[in-house]
């Protein structure tokens, strides 16, 4: 049951992969648009947030089908891309970690904004008063308060990001070695004959990694609270 398969491993290590890069990239943005959607008020906002709250609701396939659309060979963007870059995301496992980091966005921003919606404003307002600049002001005082949050967010959003299946299949298909994720494995596994062990553990590892990433998220929520109360 625990003889995990080269075809297994390479799953497995592609879906680390896609979900690293998927988070990595994602963060910058979302923290960025945390700090928007909690310190500033301006029109659209609402209309921002549902939009950025969209993965949560639309069926998987559908926000597939609009990457597809959108960063296909022929879509607008993927067209640019391809033609002008080389670069290309269709059937690729940067598409897998584009798909990925879109579903995944939603659950990386919520926790950052409320993080630095926690904040008292009061702190900022001083450092703003004792002369520092608004970069500095975010960067030495917002950010390292809202730590835990972004911690909190980046793994909520990594886990999500490993287990990611309907949006991933529709936009970059299901090719081993490529695109296979974790989860589109244990799919193409359940339905072949006598694949009941591998995808039995495929589901072991997928638990394991997402039981993981949340007490990693735990563990370091609670470092940075201790180290910003100086314990």
Same mark, same amino acid.
């Given at each position: 049951?625990?003889?995990?398969?080269?075809?297994?491993?390479?799953?497995?290590?592609?879906?680390?992969?896609?979900?690293?890069?998927?988070?990595?990239?994602?963060?910058?943005?979302?923290?960025?648009?945390?700090?928007?959607?909690?310190?500033?008020?301006?029109?659209?906002?609402?209309?921002?947030?549902?939009? +950025?709250? &969209? %993965? $949560?609701? *639309? @069926?998987? /396939?559908?926000? #597939?089908?609009? =990457?597809?659309?959108?960063?296909?060979?022929?879509?607008?963007?993927?067209?640019?891309?391809?033609?002008?870059?080389?670069?290309?995301?269709?059937?690729?496992?940067?598409?897998?970690?584009?798909?990925?980091?879109?579903?995944?966005?939603?659950?990386?921003?919520?926790?950052?904004?409320?993080?630095?919606?926690?904040?008292?404003?009061?702190?900022?307002?001083?450092?703003?008063?004792?002369?520092?600049?608004?970069?500095?002001?975010?960067?030495? +005082?917002? &950010? %390292? $308060?809202? *730590? @835990?949050? /972004?911690?909190? #967010?980046?793994? =909520?959003?990594?886990?999500?990001?490993?287990?990611?299946?309907?949006?991933?299949?529709?936009?970059?298909?299901?090719?081993?070695?490529?695109?296979?994720?974790?989860?589109?494995?244990?799919?193409?596994?359940?339905?072949?004959?006598?694949?009941?062990?591998?995808?039995?553990?495929?589901?072991?590892?997928?638990?394991?990694?997402?039981?993981?990433?949340?007490?990693?998220?735990?563990?370091?929520?609670?470092?940075?609270?201790?180290?910003?109360?100086?314990?």
């Amino acid at each position: 049951m625990l003889d995990i398969s080269p075809a297994e491993w390479t799953a497995i290590l592609l879906s680390l992969r896609v979900g690293v890069i998927a988070t990595l990239v994602a963060t910058p943005f979302g923290i960025a648009l945390a700090w928007l959607l909690a310190r500033r008020d301006f029109w659209g906002k609402s209309v921002l947030d549902a939009v +950025v709250h &969209l %993965p $949560l609701v *639309l @069926p998987p /396939v559908v926000t #597939g089908y609009l =990457l597809l659309l959108t960063f296909g060979r022929k879509g607008l963007v993927g067209g640019f891309l391809a033609d002008h870059l080389g670069i290309v995301f269709a059937f690729r496992w940067t598409g897998a970690a584009l798909a990925c980091g879109v579903m995944s966005f939603p659950l990386l921003v919520r926790p950052m904004r409320l993080s630095i919606e926690a904040i008292d404003r009061r702190l900022e307002q001083a450092a703003e008063t004792l002369g520092a600049a608004p970069w500095k002001v975010f960067f030495t +005082v917002t &950010l %390292p $308060l809202a *730590l @835990p949050g /972004v911690l909190a #967010g980046m793994v =909520l959003g990594f886990a999500k990001a490993i287990g990611e299946f309907g949006a991933t299949i529709t936009f970059v298909s299901n090719i081993p070695g490529e695109t296979q994720t974790i989860s589109s494995a244990i799919y193409s596994l359940i339905q072949t004959p006598d694949g009941d062990a591998a995808a039995g553990r495929l589901v072991i590892v997928s638990i394991v990694l997402a039981i993981g990433a949340l007490i990693a998220a735990e563990w370091f929520a609670r470092r940075a609270t201790q180290r910003l109360h100086g314990n």
